[in-house]
């Protein structure tokens, strides 16, 4: 064979090894749901694709951090989100969603609807409004809801009430969203900055909260993740979102001794950066 043809030749089988990987790469990433925590320093941001590509994110932190993470799960192109979760309008979780909405336009927004008194706010109900205008759907959060994304759900769970509209005088922690998702046999379970007393009432309320990777609440904050939740919850593994310098002293040392006391493997984004959580919907895979 001559040179010229075995060029050419060599040149058709080293496309044809490329597109047989590329094949096999979107094979298995179909297949599999991607959760990850993104590492935001002393706040909260959850980025999550589904099997079939549906991008879903959870709080921004914050800073810019969410965003520029955002850059290493997303094609540059793509400036696009399916589904915006605001848990509650505090900076920690909403000042880097107010960034992100300014640079990407979101299909569908998730939130309270409460009000609250600060600059930060405003700013949110600001871009919430531009995000409307590009036609942007609203929904406030209340009990009862389920999102479907392919065969990904996520279940509202708290509030148990719609509180459009009801005005925060502090904390905005316990009315905040809490969901769970749903893939297969697999769940994850968000909780926000809910404290140890909205835990009660989900144990009281008997609330199924059975999930195998655990957001700890109000990263690490000793007034949350009692044991009795822990016990209805019993997850494999905890993910706790916090910044390596912080003030409160999160996650503190009762918080962490539960959660060792229960045998659960915890993940920190102080200490391992951003933790991406894979599932076939039998199996659970980390990688930091």
Do not use: C
């Amino acid at each position: 064979m001559k040179p010229k043809y075995l060029l050419i030749f060599a040149g058709f089988l080293f496309l044809l090894d490329i597109f047989l990987w590329a094949e096999v790469f979107n094979l298995n990433k179909s297949q599999n749901l991607r959760v990850n925590f993104l590492d935001v320093g002393q706040g909260d941001s959850i980025f999550i694709e589904t099997p079939q590509h549906h991008q879903i994110l959870i709080d921004g932190g914050a800073n810019l951090s969410a965003l520029q993470k955002m850059s290493s799960f997303m094609p540059f192109f793509d400036r696009t989100i399916d589904l915006v979760i605001l848990s509650h309008p505090e900076k920690d979780h909403m000042q880097g969603l107010i960034d992100i909405l300014q640079r990407y336009k979101a299909d569908y927004i998730l939130w309270t609807g409460v009000k609250k008194q600060d600059p930060e706010y405003y700013a949110w109900l600001d871009v919430l409004t531009k995000q409307k205008n590009k036609g942007a759907k609203i929904i406030i959060a209340e009990y009862g809801q389920r999102i479907t994304a392919g065969n990904v759900f996520i279940d509202t769970l708290y509030p148990f009430e719609n509180i459009e509209g009801n005005e925060l005088k502090s904390s905005a922690n316990d009315a905040g969203i809490v969901s769970r998702l749903i893939f297969g046999k697999n769940s994850f379970l968000f909780t926000g900055d809910m404290s140890g007393n909205l835990e009660k009432k989900f144990v009281v309320e008997d609330i199924n909260v059975d999930s195998d990777v655990l957001k700890v609440a109000h990263h690490g904050s000793k007034y949350s993740t009692f044991e009795e939740f822990l016990q209805n919850v019993s997850p494999e593994i905890a993910i706790i979102s916090v910044g390596a310098e912080n003030s409160y002293g999160h996650p503190t040392p009762e918080t962490l001794q539960r959660l060792e006391k229960f045998g659960i493997k915890i993940f920190r984004t102080d200490k391992d950066g951003t933790i991406e959580i894979y599932s076939d919907g039998e199996n659970i895979y980390t990688r930091k």
